[in-house]
């Protein structure tokens, strides 16, 4: 059977930044006992005192959270490049047979310009076009038989080149994203490889965005 320490520690863990906030000392212990109370109740079947679950969150540890935090810092200064892209159009299909063909029909048409934005992410039930408003044209030209279910103009991306070691890492997209949200900055598409990330981003927000990254290399 659990504990009121286990269930407190896998309720506050479970929640986006609640344990970098409590860290930071940005949470009320005693607010935060009221709050969580009826679900600690609920898990372990019985009545709690707000007491023991003040005293269940002091005791929680924050030596697994500053150590990923120091990793985190060690790789941040190691992130290579940043490549920004404006004027991108984003484009979600539904899968089906026929839609493979054309995108190998419009591989083959745009060949190696790097002149232009051009990515593609296979889903289970649907694929994503990231293109630079230059090609925009060929979309509906190569795509206008498919079932469109989402499309969007004025975007922007950053790509973000990784070290090798992001692989061993925990956390690391995490560590990227959280800056974004803490800045309400949505994100639109995430496109990633083994060693790049590439965050696409409304283009009103794209300096915005690309201080927060900037700033990431010195943390």
């Known amino acids: 059977m659990k504990t009121i320490q286990e269930t407190v520690e896998a309720i506050v863990q479970r929640t986006p930044f609640m344990e970098e906030a409590m860290q930071e000392k940005l949470i009320n212990v005693s607010s935060l006992a009221r709050v969580i109370k009826p679900e600690v109740e609920e898990k372990l079947g019985k009545e709690v005192k707000e007491g023991a679950i003040m005293m269940a969150i002091n005791r929680l540890s924050p030596v697994k959270i500053l150590n990923i ?27 089906s047979s026929t839609l493979y063909k054309h995108i190998s029909l419009l591989f083959a048409e745009i060949g190696s310009n790097r002149e232009s934005f051009f990515t593609v992410s296979q889903g289970i039930f649907e694929t994503n076009i990231v293109i630079s408003s230059n090609l925009d044209s060929k979309i509906e030209q190569h795509f ?64 915005k965005t690309f201080s927060i990254l900037i700033d990431l290399k010195k943390v």
């Open 69 to 95: 935090r120091r990793q985190i810092k060690s790789f941040s200064l190691k992130l290579g490049d940043f490549i920004v892209r404006s004027d991108l159009y984003d484009y979600t299909f539904k899968n």
């Open 144 to 207: 206008a038989n498919e079932k469109l279910i989402y499309s969007m103009d004025k975007l922007a991306s950053i790509t973000i080149k990784l070290p090798k070691t992001n692989l061993e890492q925990s956390g690391i997209y995490y560590f990227i994203l959280k800056q974004l949200a803490w800045s309400n900055i949505p994100v639109q598409e995430i496109i990633s490889t083994t060693h790049e990330i590439t965050l696409v981003v409304k283009e009103q927000d794209i300096n």
